[in-house]
T-cell receptor, first 112, second 112 residues
Framework: DQQVKQNSPSLSVQEGRISILNCDYTNSMFDYFLWYKKYPAEGPTFLISISSIKDKNEDGRFTVFLNKSAKHLSLHIVPSQPGDSAVYFCAASATGTYKYIFGTGTRLKVLA | DAGITQSPRHKVTETGTPVTLRCHQTENHRYMYWYRQDPGHGLRLIHYSYGVKDTDKGEVSDGYSVSRSKTEDFLLTLESATSSQTSVYFC???????????FGSGTQLSVL
């Protein structure tokens, strides 16, 4: 049973436009969410996180939105750059469990 | 970069042989994790540790065991490797609950 889902395996976006990556979760106990970026042959690197007490968090070109009632979060990248081309994973955790469950990833391609 | 070293970086082994992967950290973080990455499955949690000698199972723990005798080292053992365990294995560390994970560079394991 997949608790964290990324239903779009891939996404292509023109350079300078907005990239929107989506993530859904089923476990209502999840209260902390993270996004990671992964390049080939490297480990995932942290991008941005959000706690369930917030509905938005921004860091430069990256913004994460959380809709708790829909159990949905999204990552917005504006403007998209060719260097953003990578696989993006969302992850979720429930306080006190110390476990982080990841989605299957979305491969973003930013076209120059 | 977080001080996480995974060894070996690459390994080829035969079905039925034992294999041990090592994760070493210099950050003195309490929590350590082993994930595997496979196409279509994203990152799946194998085992994690919340302190020396304290470990617990993740989503896909069958066929794997772990040990943590020192804060800085977390070992993942495949007692009798199978072809289904061919994967990229990532170690991660975390300071605490609802803290971001830092990942190592990964170990590419091929079981023939």
């Amino acid at each position: 049973d997949q608790q964290v889902k990324q239903n779009s395996p891939s996404l292509s976006v023109q350079e300078g436009r907005i990239s929107i990556l989506n993530c859904d979760y089923t476990n209502s106990m999840f209260d902390y969410f993270l996004w990671y970026k992964k390049y080939p042959a490297e480990g995932p690197t942290f991008l941005i996180s959000i706690s369930s007490i917030k509905d938005k968090n921004e860091d430069g070109r990256f913004t994460v939105f959380l809709n708790k009632s829909a159990k949905h979060l999204s990552l917005h990248i504006v403007p998209s750059q060719p260097g953003d081309s990578a696989v993006y994973f969302c992850a979720a955790s429930a306080t006190g469990t110390y476990k982080y469950i990841f989605g299957t990833g979305t491969r973003l391609k930013v076209l120059a | 970069d977080a001080g996480i070293t995974q060894s070996p970086r690459h390994k080829v082994t035969e079905t039925g042989t034992p294999v041990t992967l090592r994760c070493h950290q210099t950050e003195n973080h309490r929590y350590m994790y082993w994930y595997r990455q496979d196409p279509g499955h994203g990152l799946r949690l194998i085992h994690y540790s919340y302190g020396v000698k304290d470990t617990d199972k993740g989503e896909v723990s069958d066929g794997y065991s772990v040990s943590r005798s020192k804060t800085e080292d977390f070992l993942l053992t495949l007692e009798s490797a199978t072809s289904s365990q061919t994967s990229v294995y990532f170690c991660a560390i975390s300071k605490g609950d609802n803290e971001k994970l830092f990942f190592g560079s990964g170990t590419q394991l091929s079981v023939l």
